[in-house]
T-cell receptor, first 118, second 110 residues
Framework: KAGVTQTPRYLIKTRGQQVTLSCSPISGHRSVSWYQQTPGQGLQFLFEYFSETQRNKGNFPGRFSGRQFSNSRSEMNVSTLELGDSALYLC?????????????????FGQGTRLTVV | QKEVEQNSGPLSVPEGAIASLNCTYSDRVSQSFFWYRQYSGKSPELIMSIYSNGDKEDGRFTAQLNKASQYVSLLIRDSQPSDSATYLCAPKGSNYQLIWGAGTKLIIKP
């Protein structure tokens, strides 16, 4: 069973540009969550998508956006890049239980996209 | 008070000894708890999940959960240098999102 695939693995962009990152979840997983991790910092939650709808959102500016397609693949976009956006961007996929379901879900991470803004 | 508290370390343990990693959380609704291992520059890797009070063993790893005390721990027996990494505790909150601790850096000394 293939794992979570993130592309590209590395990216160098200039301030002011925009960037799109892609995440293909594990087959059968319908939830994709995105995180930002900077050196020495913990995982900062960006947003979660489930069934093509954003279900949860972290405390990031509107320059950070995302979407999910019908095949559960997800993209995140960062517009007007700033130097502080340099980070490892991670996506994690999981089965997401409904309100009456169990919570025995596990999240699996992709290898991440390392974005450097210069 | 942080939602998830972990000792940032570094925690230094001799090779072959038991490493004990601790985590407290504030969300009493949490029912699922996960431990991830993250090597420097890599993505987190799920190593243990636990849902019920008590102990759960998987190879050299044992997770312990006490919901009344809002405490979860991870024991690593016969520690190896390859266990040197940052260990992240992540309870799942009521909105199905993982709540992340800052992680404990573990160093196994040969």
């Amino acid at each position: 069973k293939a794992g979570v695939t993130q592309t590209p693995r590395y990216l160098i962009k200039t301030r002011g540009q925009q960037v799109t990152l892609s995440c293909s979840p594990i087959s059968g997983h319908r939830s994709v969550s995105w995180y930002q991790q900077t050196p020495g910092q913990g995982l900062q939650f960006l947003f979660e998508y489930f069934s093509e709808t954003q279900r949860n959102k972290g405390n990031f500016p509107g320059r950070f956006s995302g979407r999910q397609f019908s095949n559960s693949r997800s993209e995140m976009n960062v517009s007007t890049l700033e130097l502080g956006d340099s980070a490892l961007y991670l996506c994690a996929s999981s089965l997401r239980q409904g309100a009456t379901g169990g919570e025995r879900t596990e999240a699996f991470f992709g290898q991440g996209t390392r974005l450097t803004v210069v | 008070q942080k939602e998830v508290e972990q000792n940032s370390g570094p925690l230094s343990v001799p090779e072959g000894a038991i490493a004990s990693l601790n985590c407290t959380y504030s969300d009493r609704v949490s029912q699922s708890f996960f431990w991830y291992r993250q090597y420097s520059g890599k993505s987190p890797e799920l190593i243990m999940s636990i849902y019920s009070n008590g102990d759960k063993e998987d190879g050299r790893f044992t997770a312990q959960l006490n919901k009344a005390s809002q405490y979860v721990s991870l024991l690593i027996r016969d520690s190896q240098p390859s266990d040197s990494a940052t260990y992240l505790c992540a309870p799942k909150g009521s909105n199905y999102q993982l709540i992340w601790g800052a992680g404990t850096k573990l160093i196994i000394k040969p």
